[in-house]
């Protein structure tokens, strides 16, 4: 099984909460829109696990279009792939 969740940065997001009702297994695509940016996500919840440890920066760049997969095991979100600026 697969999502999607489409979001709009506006303003700086400094608080991304855990995602509920994951399924092990599944592959969630987060599309995060820029807007009239530019914007930062920071303050990723723990349940997030992203290469080395360290979190991903968003494109600084007025309505850049970022996209971030992960893989849940159920409990946690871990990233497999990213797309950045994309146009």
């Known amino acids: ?11 700086n997001v400094t608080a991304f909460s855990a995602p509920t009702n ?18 930062s996500i920071s303050g990723w919840n ?7 440890g360290t979190d991903p920066t968003s494109t ?3 309505s850049a279009i970022d996209l971030f997969v992960f893989r849940s095991d159920g409990t946690n979100m871990e990233l497999i792939g990213q797309s950045q600026d994309v146009k």
């Open 1 to 11: 099984a697969s999502a999607v969740l489409a979001a709009e940065l506006y303003p």
């Open 60 to 62: 600084a760049t007025a």
């Open 46 to 52: 723990a349940v997030f696990k992203f290469p080395g």
């Open 22 to 39: 994951q399924v092990a297994g599944s592959y969630y695509t987060l599309r995060v829109n820029n807007g009239s940016g530019p914007y």
